[in-house]
T-cell receptor, first 113, second 115 residues
């Protein structure tokens, strides 16, 4: 069964460093998302991406964040200068059609020291 | 603005007990979708069900059942004869029919099933 994959599973970085989180959505899906979950809290929407551009973003997704689909398979989230409060689990999701269920990857745990 | 409330932070049951997880939502949309996701201790998010707002028929899938009541804005989830493997955090989520299907999650209910 096709699945969303994410790498790395765990990333440790120093405050102020740039990180890139990578995702490979399900191959025939068209809509891609990033969510984050601070430890023990709810899952929060960051950004959605369709047709090679951002379609929606939340207030969390400020200028420090960017997304890119550099090729036909990868979907990346970049945090330019990490802060302590960026420590969280970051989930990538994809769906084939709007209103269908989103399939989530296993997540990348980001720890900012 | 959309909002999902899961008032039960944590529920503990003994195996074979039935348990209901509550979900109440708020939305101005007339058409929307409701979801339940399971997050086991391993951390991934597993899709369980999607329900659209114009279909109030309840659904049963094995030991799982869902009760959608539009009049009370609730979408409750019942596990019958719970098992230890059901131990997880369960999230209720809501998305609008319009837009890009962004999910708004509740805070989750941690279910602990002991043998």
């Amino acid at each position: 069964e096709p699945e969303v994959t994410q790498t790395p599973s765990h990333q440790v970085t120093q405050m102020g460093q740039e990180v890139i989180l990578r995702c490979v959505p399900i191959s025939n899906h068209l809509y891609f998302y990033w969510y984050r979950q601070i430890l023990g809290q709810k899952v929060e929407f960051l950004v959605s991406f369709y047709n090679n551009e951002i379609s929606e973003k939340s207030e969390i997704f400020d200028d420090q964040f960017s997304v890119e689909r550099p090729d036909g398979s990868n979907f990346t989230l970049k945090i330019r200068s990490t802060k302590l409060e960026d420590s969280a689990m970051y989930f990538c999701a994809s769906t084939g059609t709007l209103s269908a269920e989103q399939f989530f990857g296993p997540g990348t745990r980001l720890t900012v020291l | 603005a959309q909002k999902v409330t899961q008032a039960q932070t944590e529920i503990s049951v003994v195996e074979k007990e039935d348990v209901t997880l509550d979900c109440v939502y708020e939305t101005r949309d007339t058409t929307y979708y409701l979801f339940w996701y399971k997050q086991p201790p391993s951390g991934e998010l597993v899709f369980l069900i999607r329900r659209n707002s114009f279909d109030e028929q309840n659904e049963i899938s094995g030991r799982y059942s869902w009760n959608f009541q539009k009049s009370t804005s609730s979408f409750n989830f019942t596990i019958t004869a719970s098992q230890v493997v059901d131990s997880a955090v369960y999230f209720c989520a809501l998305s609008s029919y319009s837009g890009y299907s962004t999910l708004t999650f509740g805070k989750g209910t941690m279910l602990l099933v002991s043998p």
